[in-house]
């Protein structure tokens, strides 16, 4: 059974860090380009960062840049997404989803995505 579990979510204050995890179980990561989203409470869903196959690209949302730390453990099938100086308008459900392309620039649809972790950012 192919599945993604995010976890690693959680109540921070403001200016402080989370790292989220998407562990993959029923396939391997390897082969896909992994992106982590989120969605607040009646707000489009967004993608804040991705990372290529091989590790060796990366995008970020200008929202998060400076900020958010994408990147991948093929060895142990996850990926990781280092939160830091975290705002109140971070606060959404995050989630990781996968793609059959190498690359984070060549479009295709995300055919993989977990269940989503909460991280609230308030004082």
């Known amino acids: 059974q192919v599945q993604f579990v995010e976890s690693g979510g959680g109540l921070v204050q403001p200016g402080g860090s989370l790292r989220l995890s998407c562990a993959a179980s029923?396939?391997?990561?390897?082969?896909?380009?992994i992106g982590w989203f989120r969605q607040a409470p009646g707000k489009e869903r967004e993608e804040v960062s991705c990372?290529?196959?091989?590790?060796?690209?990366?995008k970020s949302a200008d929202s998060v840049k400076g900020r958010f730390t994408i990147s991948r453990d093929n060895a142990k099938n996850t990926v990781y997404l280092q939160m830091n100086s975290l705002k109140p308008e971070d606060t959404a459900i995050y989630y990781c989803?996968?793609?059959?392309?190498?690359?984070?620039?060549?479009?295709?649809?995300?055919?993989?995505w977990g269940q989503g972790t909460q991280v609230t950012v308030s004082s």
């Open positions: 989803a996968a793609k059959a392309e190498s690359l984070c620039v060549i479009k295709g649809p995300y055919n993989y």
């Open positions: 029923g396939f391997t990561l390897d082969y896909y380009t």
């Open positions: 990372i290529s196959r091989s590790g060796g690209s990366t």
